[in-house]
T-cell receptor
């Protein structure tokens, strides 16, 4: 079946690193994504990784993929107050296929 | 800004009514997907339209229907509204058949409240 699981809440001090974890069940997943949603807003694609990659880094964002364990993580370095949002892990088999989302992890930044 | 627009931004309806939501895809995109995001949940796939035909459907009843027009814009219609239809409705556009991982670009959504 298709399922994406992630913890619902994460609290991090400003300046520290945030690590948001996600597991998925579909071994045919080809594309894995992280989206950000701020209050009252739509979805913003933060980054994505192909299933044949282990890691992708983009400025403060690092995505790690363990395909064997079907585990995806998003690390945000030097977390800032503007990073406060809900982060969705998502996967799809093909580029135009339906996207399967997790329930989202709410990131709370402590001063 | 993704270039995907949705209207209206907010809508209030009562149970039993019908609603039409609209989406204009990003220039050059020919595929539109619709998602429902209930409060506190992740978006769930409703259906996708490609070349004016339904091209995949999620676990939603037939009272959820759609259209895609020759300019690739799209409508989502929901009949006989129920309280549980209250949600943020997101559309996403993409260009089928191209390579790259840029995936689907989401619009800002329409927030529907059913009373």
């Amino acid at each position: 079946g298709e399922d994406v699981e992630q913890s619902l809440f994460l609290s991090v001090r400003e300046g520290d690193s945030s690590v948001i974890n996600c597991t998925y069940t579909d071994s045919s997943s080809t594309y894995l994504y992280w989206y950000k949603q701020e209050p009252g807003a739509g979805l913003q694609l933060l980054t994505y990784i192909f299933s044949n990659m282990d890691m992708k880094q983009d400025q403060r964002l690092t995505v790690l993929l363990n395909k064997k364990d079907k585990h995806l993580s998003l690390r945000i370095a030097d977390t800032q107050t503007g990073d406060s949002a809900i982060y969705f892990c998502a996967e799809t088999r093909n580029r135009d296929d339906k996207i399967i989302f997790g329930k989202g992890t709410r990131l709370h930044i402590l001063p | 800004e993704t270039g995907v627009t949705q209207s209206p931004t907010h809508l209030i309806k009562t149970r039993g009514q019908q609603v039409t939501l609209r989406c204009s895809s990003q220039s050059g995109h020919n595929t539109v997907s619709w998602y429902q995001q209930a409060l506190g949940q992740g978006p769930q796939f409703i259906f996708q339209y490609y070349r004016e035909e339904e091209n995949g459907r999620g676990n939603f009843p037939p009272r959820f229907s759609g259209l895609q027009f020759p300019n690739y814009s799209s409508e989502l219609n929901v009949n006989a509204l129920e309280l549980d239809d209250s949600a943020l409705y997101l559309c996403a556009s993409s260009l089928a058949g191209t390579s790259g991982g840029e995936t689907q670009y989401f619009g800002p959504g329409t927030r529907l409240l059913v009373l």
